[in-house]
């Protein structure tokens, strides 16, 4: 992925053409990435995607093999991990339970030239910033899982690091509290103003809390974007798929225009599709994606761009905030299953009727079959 001028301009990290493999494994895959200054950045994808492996090598917990990183324009390939000015949020925590909350937070200051009295102001002061005001002397056996995260934050903290990594720091969380600290994990970094890099696979973490994401998949960063642009213009199939829910339609390409591609799906018909919202390529045959929310059970204004699709309701979900449906379209014998997410239309059909969905084609994103 190159960088693009914007990127360089802002950038605190830069990852150059990064490669690292492990045995005959490659983990990270001529990765290009710049992070800027001030910026809640995620790397999101899913298990063994290298985006730790990635995470490590900024930190210097991790060679790469080929490539070059800086931090704040400054070539760190060989700088140890203690000299470069980041710290890391691990996954487990990693707080010492042999020392209190005090000594846990105070504890990479001791070989530093303050005073006991200026270390305990310091550890007062990070200690309000996270929530965790008068827990001085609190045992750290006798904390929770969040205020065992909060005292992690606060010792990486305290350093004045200019980035601050994290390692999948609220997966051990229950949802309520794993949701209660991506919104005081946001706040927090708001406030400091400092560059936090995230690693997770949540993707509602990563939308909920980032500036810009990077998405990853057998070590390669496939889009770098805005959650909104992430969500509503993912770069490639396995990004549309990974984020949120899609339906795809397997279709052939029929003829194309400066502005517009025509396309044929056995499910949805002849289409033309804008060339704004078509990724990958030119080949003969594309995927089209349409997310579940994009259905409406009433036809809404749109004049020709407003297209339907009938079938049979087969299951209706009850999710809380949504409903889910499910609709058989019943072609050529293959069963194929179109996810409504409505809100707002009043009564809906009922499972087993036969119905008719409408969607538009400003919705459909298209992807070059590989």
Known sequence: MKATNE????????????????NDIVAVNDVSVQIREGEFFSLLGPSGCGKTTLLRIIAGFESP?????????KLVNSTPPNIRPTNMVFQNYAIF???NVQENVGYGLQNTKLTSKSIKNKVDEILDMVGLGGFNFRSSSALS??????????RALILKPRVLLLDEPLSALD?????QMQFELRQLQKSIGITFILVTHDQTEALTMSDRIGVMFDGIVDQVATPEDIYTKPATKRVASFIGNMNFFRSNILSSTAESVRVESDLLGVLDIDKV????????KVSIGIRPEKFKFKKPNGGKKVKSLAGKLIQKTFLGENLLFSLDVGKKANKVYISLTPSGEGAYPKVGENV??????????????V
């Open 7 to 22: 990127d360089l301009v802002h950038a605190i990290v830069s990852l150059n053409n990064i490669k690292k493999s492990f």
């Open 65 to 73: 093999e080929t490539g070059d990183i800086l931090i704040n324009d």
């Open 97 to 99: 339970p042999h020392l």
């Open 145 to 154: 899982g969040g205020q065992k995260q909060r005292v992690a934050l606060a």
């Open 175 to 179: 949802k309520n509290l794993r949701e």
């Open 277 to 284: 919202n078509i990724f990958g390529g030119s080949k003969a």
């Open 356 to 369: 008719t969905v409408y969607y538009s084609l400003n919705d459909l994103l298209a992807y070059f079959e």
